[in-house]
């Protein structure tokens, strides 16, 4: 079956600490795996992509297919990175199936 | 470029009333989606839409809830009759399709069904 977990719910780190948002998947075939992100009162919009392979608000998300992780990785956390996080894995028909989010709260 | 518009932002209404959302994709977009998200879940995909036809509606509960993309552009959602559990926030998003995978979202609708 086709999956996506986010195992934390919320995660609360201070500023300057490193971050990292874990996404696991299950998928039979060659996974297309993206990160968004949904700011306060903003609309859900793509942080990135791994084809993309590109570093973006100093985040990084590396597929390791071995361990079926897509974790997003930052190493100083700012305040302004408080938000509500998704990872999502493209399936067929180029559909999105989504974890169920982790909420990052940077502390000052 | 504009973003992909919804209406309306919030709305409120007693079960079993009839309800009704409009989505305009970005201009160009081939690919329409509605996403149902309760509080709490990720997103889940209720239909989909490549130009006017329907590709997937799987996950759609067709006894309640219809949609359509008449001319290939803006798209309604309906629920009729609601229910309680129809309360969530209903989001639109489009992509240009195929491989050109990447959604762009509108703000959504919350719905609250009392």
């Known amino acids: 079956a086709q999956r996506v977990t986010q195992p934390e719910k919320l995660l609360s780190v201070f500023k300057g600490a490193p971050v990292e948002l874990k996404c696991n998947y299950s998928y039979s075939g060659s996974p297309e795996l993206f990160w968004y992100v949904q700011y306060s009162r903003q609309r859900l919009q793509l942080l990135l992509r791994h084809i993309s392979r590109e570093s973006i608000k100093g985040f990084t998300a590396d597929l390791n297919k071995g361990e079926t992780s897509f974790h997003l990785k930052k190493p100083f956390a700012q305040e302004e990175d408080s938000a509500m996080y998704y990872c999502a894995l493209s399936g067929s028909n180029y559909q999105l199936i989504w974890g169920a989010g982790t909420k990052l709260i940077i502390k000052p | 470029e504009a973003g992909v518009a919804q209406s309306p932002r919030y709305k409120i209404i007693e079960k079993r009333q009839s309800v009704a959302f409009w989505c305009n994709p970005i201009?160009?977009?081939?690919?329409l989606y509605w996403y149902q998200q309760i509080l709490g879940q990720g997103p889940k995909l209720l239909i989909q839409?490549?130009?006017?036809?329907?590709?997937?509606d799987s996950q759609l509960p067709k006894d309640r809830f219809s949609a359509e993309r008449l001319k290939g552009v803006d798209s309604t959602l309906k629920i009729q009759p609601a229910k309680l559990e129809d309360s969530a926030v209903y989001l639109c998003?489009?992509?240009?399709?195929?491989?050109?995978?990447?959604?762009?979202f509108g703000a959504g609708t919350r719905l609250s069904v009392l």
């Open positions: 839409f490549q130009n006017n036809g329907v590709v997937d």
């Open positions: 998003a489009s992509s240009l399709g195929g491989s050109r995978n990447i959604q762009y």
């Open positions: 201009s160009g977009h081939a690919t």
